[in-house]
């Protein structure tokens, strides 16, 4: 069964770092474009990652520009989230989108606090 698995999730201090990965399985994972998204307590899912099918597009919100990098590995059919710099309002549940196998990943916590 095609699915989107994630992990890396947790409590972290701000400044801190944390690195999320999100692993492919039943489908094609080197021909789809990958996207994280978060959603805040409250808050609106938010697109703020996407990398194109050969790691050669990658694209950022301004909330994350500079602070997170979004990564891929299509021989483990895992991509990645690094995220540096972290600060309160980054605290969200954060997803792993398939975007052409309309897959969705089942979310990772990440709490910023002190």
């Known amino acids: 069964q095609a699915q989107l698995v994630e992990s890396g999730g947790g409590l972290v201090q701000p400044g801190g770092s944390l690195r999320l990965s999100c692993a492919a399985s039943?489908?094609?994972?080197?021909?789809?474009?990958m996207s994280w998204y978060r959603q805040g307590p409250g808050k609106e899912r938010e697109l703020f990652a996407s990398?194109?099918?050969?790691?050669?597009?990658?694209d950022y919100a301004d909330s994350v520009k500079g602070r997170f990098t979004i990564s891929r590995d299509n021989a483990k059919n895992t991509v990645y989230l690094q995220m540096n710099t972290l600060t309160p309002e980054d605290t969200a549940v954060y997803y792993c989108?398939?975007?052409?196998?309309?897959?969705w990943g089942q979310g990772t916590q990440v709490t910023v606090s002190s």
């Open positions: 990398i194109g099918t050969r790691s050669i597009s990658t």
């Open positions: 989108r398939a975007r052409s196998a309309g897959l």
């Open positions: 039943g489908f094609t994972f080197s021909i789809d474009a």
